[in-house]
């Protein structure tokens, strides 16, 4: 019998995490996640075994705690790859607390590495973010445009990480990584299994959407209509997390095969497509049949006009493309906020 590569998955009882071990497992691959539960709960854990009939290896571990998490390598001498979500993600709260921001997103970075090179365990995907090309001169964004100057504490994270990861690879190490760049990741799991659990009043778009449109707010405020937009609101790529976690499976794959020329590769994940607000409120109330309340405000400081993503990149060297409608990722939105109020 041949056993599937081990992959240790930090964050993996978040958002995109659990959608991502889902996928692992599906793929046959055998998941440990390293949480520390502070934005998620342990029942994720029992949503992904429902889906796969496995329940991932679960350690509830601060990655900042070195001795802890070297006390879980020492327990998993067989990781194949680690895939690292866990980092705090809240745009707003980074500008209120920006030590907070860089000590746990850079502190679990580093530590996470260092683990990986004391036991020369190779390869490495990083959850980076399309905030790091502010707004882009050129559009649909490839990523070879350069890097802006971060907008937050947050973005300013994200940088810091990809070049903590090239000074690495820089430096003789054996590290192999790929560095995604999400764009806007929305919906839930088909099955309403998993899904977002936004902590207090949502920040993110469909998070408020879906609350609204269950009633729990009583309007949705769209942050401005009078940007250089068709309709005067902000334009982004909106990728279903299914689709997001499959990205990962690919990249796994593809450095465990070896097929990566360089130490770092830096993939767009996106669908290339660009949706202003207005259009995504059309298309939720389309796909769903519910009416959404909402208003037109001001424009949310440091919002970034338009973005969408160029994803050739990914759809050619990684073999990934995005696959799921934006109906069908809307439906899954709503559904997992049905599951979640009743
Ligand atoms: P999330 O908050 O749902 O998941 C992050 C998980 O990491 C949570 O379960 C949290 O408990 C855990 N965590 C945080 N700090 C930790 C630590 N020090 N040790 C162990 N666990 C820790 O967020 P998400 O939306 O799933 O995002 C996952 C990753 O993707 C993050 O790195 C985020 O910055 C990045 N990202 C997210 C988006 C987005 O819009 N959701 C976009 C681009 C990039
Ligand atoms: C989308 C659009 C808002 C809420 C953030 C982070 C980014 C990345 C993804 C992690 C914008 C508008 C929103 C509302 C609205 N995360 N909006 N009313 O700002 O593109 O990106 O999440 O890396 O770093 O900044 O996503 O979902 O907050 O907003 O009109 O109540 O919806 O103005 O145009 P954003 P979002």
Known sequence: MTTMPLILVTGGAGYIGSHTVTVLQQAGFETIIVDDLSNSTVDVLDGIARITGVRPHFEQVDCCNEPA???????????????HFAASKSVGESVGQPLKYYYNNLQSLIHVLDEMMHRGIAHFVFSSSCTIYGQPDKLPVAEDEPVKPAMSPYGNTKQIGEEIIRDVAASGSAL????????NPIGAHPSAEIGELPVGVPQ?????????????????????????TPDGSCIRDYINVVDL?????KAVNYLLEGKNTQPVEAFNIGTGRGLSVLELIRLFQQATGVVLPYKIVGRRAGD?????????????VLGWQATETIEDTLRSAWNWELKIRN
């Open 69 to 83: 998490l070297a006390d879980v390598f020492d327990r998993y001498p067989a990781i194949a790859a680690v895939i």
């Open 176 to 183: 192999q990584s790929i560095l995604l760049r999400y764009f």
């Open 204 to 228: 993110n778009l469909v998070p408020f959407i879906t609350q609204t449109a269950a009633g729990v707010r009583k309007e949705l405020n769209v942050f401005g209509n009078d940007y250089n």
């Open 245 to 249: 976690a499959r990205a990962h499976v």
């Open 304 to 316: 970034i006009e338009q973005v969408w993503a160029n994803p050739q990149k990914a759809n050619n």
